[in-house]
């Protein structure tokens, strides 16, 4: 389950980081990654 959800995360990233035109969408792309995985990490703590 959790992997499960990693590799989502994964993999959504790197689509969106082929299809990125800049560094300030790339930015957007690691805070939005980073958001959702600690996100993941206090829905397992709960």
């Known amino acids: ?3 499960e959800q990693l590799d989502k995360i994964r993999e959504e990233a790197l689509k969106q980081i082929e299809s990125s035109d ?12 980073l958001e959702k995985k600690v996100n ?3 829905s397992l703590r709960a």
């Open 40 to 42: 993941l990490q206090v």
């Open 22 to 33: 800049g560094l300030e969408k790339l930015n957007e792309i690691r805070v939005n990654v």
């Open 1 to 3: 389950m959790i992997s």
